[in-house]
Every structure is written in C-alpha cells, then in structure tokens.
T-cell receptor, first 110, second 115 residues
Framework: EDQVTQSPEALRLQEGESSSLNCSYT??????LFWYRQDPGKGPEFLFT???AGEEKEKERLKATLTKKESFLHITAPKPEDSATYLC???????????FGKGTKLSVKP | NAGVTQTPKFRILKIGQSMTLQCTQD?????MYWYRQDPGMGLKLIYY???????DKGEVPNGYNVSRSTTEDFPLRLELAAPSQTSVYFC??????????????FGPGTRLTVL
C-alpha cells in the first residue's frame, strides 16, 4: 500500500537552531515528491517538487533533498516566521493524485 | 490571477441538510481536485477531474458528488450531511501534460461543521 510518513509530528526550535524534517514514502511508480507549507486556517502553499533521487532544491532558509525512500526538508537558521505545518506528498501514476503525510508542525521561538 | 478561490469560508449545517461548496480557478488548469483535511490527519482526496465533463472518485468519495461543466469551476455537493463530514475542504488545481509531473495549487479552504 502506498504510504507517506512524516517525522517528527511536532518540532520546537529556537531561532537560529537548524534542523531537518523527514518524509519517508513507499509508493509504486513515483512521479514526484512535493513539499508544502500550511499556515493555520489557510490552504497548503507550494514549496518544492523533487523528481529523482539525488535532486536538491533550495528556497531561502529551506533545502529539500530526495533519496529513493525518503526526503528531507532542512531548515537553516530558522526564524519565527518559518513556524507552520510542513506537508509532504507523493504523486504516482498518470492521474496526478497526491498522497499526503500528516505533516510536521514546526514552532520557532525567538 | 486570483488562483483558486473557494466559497463559503465557513458553514454550519444541520444533519440531513445539503449544500454545495464552490471552487473556481482562473489559471486555465485542466485538472481539479477536492480534498478534506481532518485534525491531525493528512489531506484525503475526495474527487478529481481531468477536464470538463470528466470526473472520478478519489479515496473518500462516499456522501459527496461533483460535476465539471466548465474548465474553471468544480463544485462539490454534499447530500444529507452527517457529523462525519465535519472537516476542512480544500480545492486544488493543476496543469497536467502527459508524462510530466504537475504542481497542485490549493484554495484557502472551507471549514464545514455538521451538527
């Protein structure tokens, strides 16, 4: 069965304290892996798409990496405005359907 | 572009009532989706559409219906609302070409409570 597991469920960091979020997946025929950010009361906001193992993408303090079994979202020197829930999703087959993990809730304290 | 818009933002229904959640996108995307998000759970796909006149079931379609008469609009219909349908509903859209991975863009959501 296709599955996406994110860890940890919640992460509390001090401002400037770098860390990583994990997304492990089992899916047949992976077409892409997506990272989204979701703020309370809002819809998911697209961050990155990764297509193949070894690929990396960066945006400001965020860097996403992909292996054959998992993806990491590295957060370097986070700021309080990085506080949000980060969602990982995988896309399979030809239909475009996404399978989401439950998310990691990140809190960054000043 | 406004992107993906959803109405209403909030709604309270009584058990057995019906309603339609509206979703419109102005990006000329051919794919559209409806998800629900329950507290502490990942988003679950309800229905999706690959183009006007074509819809298909997702993971959790029971109790819902959809239609797609235009490229822009993809309404979700709840018939005989039940407390189990209390959730936040998100509409999304993407532009998909054969063999290319597409990015889904989400609306702001509709928070529905069924009492």
């Amino acid at each position: 069965e296709d599955q996406v597991t994110q860890s940890p469920e919640a992460l509390r960091l001090q401002e400037g304290e770098s860390s990583s979020l994990n997304c492990s997946y089992t899916v047949s025929g992976l077409r892409g892996l997506f990272w989204y950010r979701q703020d309370p009361g809002k819809g998911p906001e697209f961050l990155f798409t990764l297509y193949s193992a070894g690929e990396e993408k960066e945006k400001e303090r965020l860097k996403a990496t992909l292996t054959k079994k998992e993806s990491f979202l590295h957060i370097t020197a986070p700021k309080p405005e990085d506080s949000a829930t980060y969602l990982c999703a995988v896309q399979r087959g030809s239909q475009g359907n996404l399978i989401f993990g439950k998310g990691t809730k990140l809190s960054v304290k000043p | 572009n406004a992107g993906v818009t959803q109405t209403p933002k909030f709604r309270i229904l009584k058990i057995g009532q019906s309603m339609t959640l509206q979703c419109t996108q102005d990006m000329n995307h051919n794919y559209m989706y409806w998800y629900r998000q329950d507290p502490g759970m990942g988003l679950k796909l309800i229905y999706y559409s690959v183009g006007a006149g074509i819809t298909d079931k997702g993971e959790v379609p029971n109790g819902y219906n959809v239609s797609r008469s235009t490229t822009e609009d993809f309404p979700l219909r709840l018939e005989l609302a039940a407390p189990s349908q209390t959730s936040v509903y998100f509409c999304a859209s993407s532009y998909s070409l054969a063999d290319l991975t597409d990015t889904q863009y989400f609306g702001p959501g509709t928070r529905l409570t069924v009492l």
